[in-house]
């Protein structure tokens, strides 16, 4: 079945910075993969996702990037703003599956 | 438009007590799931409904069973609690498998 690792568990930059998060994921038939974001108690929300037929998407200050050779996608958000600490889940699947979620990563950004 | 509701959102059990889990979309979702989220950890999956009628088995079902009582509803049970169930319990649906999930905004539930 599919395996998706995230990387890096803990982010800390500083407000304004970019911040880069990646996942690698194991089938190679995989091809959706949404990023969530979850606020502390609170519930993940979808922030942007990408399917295999596109090699990147924006959405403001947000992108996906993905990587169907080696088997990676990264979440890269810019100008980043203190609202934006959070964790951030990756999630891989393929036609008719179930999602698999990354271990996410805890996004903290310092003013 | 709700999306997805849980019921409750905390619970407190005894060891041994059992206990149901509620959750209800209004989207017209094909899709349930129920993910259990411990402190530090992600998302695991406990057990998921492709549609309705269906269910299947997700990475940790020891100790769940699950009921999709019609399109809307998708229920979990613990039939005997015991303190490693003490976790955050999220429902979530989809239109179909490969389709972004909502989640709702969770159970809180510990266990004596």
């Known amino acids: 079945g599919e395996n998706v690792e995230q990387h890096p568990s803990t982010l800390s930059v500083q407000e304004g910075d970019s911040a880069v998060i990646k996942c690698t994921y194991s089938?190679?038939?995989?091809?959706?993969f949404p990023w969530y974001k979850q606020e502390l108690g609170k519930r993940p929300q979808l922030i942007i996702d990408?399917?295999?037929?596109?090699g990147e998407k924006k959405d403001q200050r947000i992108a996906v990037t993905l990587n169907k050779t080696a088997k990676h996608f990264s979440l890269h958000i810019t100008e980043t703003q203190p609202e934006d600490s959070a964790v951030y889940f990756c999630?891989?699947?393929?036609?008719?599956?179930?999602?698999?979620f990354g271990q996410g990563t805890r996004l903290t950004i310092n003013p | 438009n709700a999306g997805v509701t849980q019921t409750p959102k905390f619970q407190v059990l005894k060891t041994g007590q059992s206990m149901t889990l509620q959750c209800a979309q209004d989207?017209?979702?094909?899709?349930m799931y129920w993910y259990r989220q411990d402190p530090g950890m992600g998302l695991r999956l406990i057990y998921y409904s492709a549609s309705e009628g269906t269910t299947d088995k997700g990475e940790v079902p020891n100790g769940y069973n699950v009921s999709r009582l019609n399109k809307r509803e998708f229920s979990l049970r613990l039939e005997s609690a015991a303190p490693s169930q003490t976790s955050v319990y999220f429902c979530?649906?989809?239109?179909?498998?490969?389709?972004?999930?909502?989640f709702g905004d969770g159970t809180r539930l510990s266990i004596l």
């Open positions: 979530a649906s989809s239109a179909n498998s490969n389709q972004p999930q909502h």
């Open positions: 989207m017209n979702h094909n899709s």
């Open positions: 999630a891989a699947s393929r036609s008719t599956q179930k999602l698999v």
């Open positions: 089938d190679s038939a995989s091809n959706y």
């Open positions: 990408i399917r295999s037929n596109v």
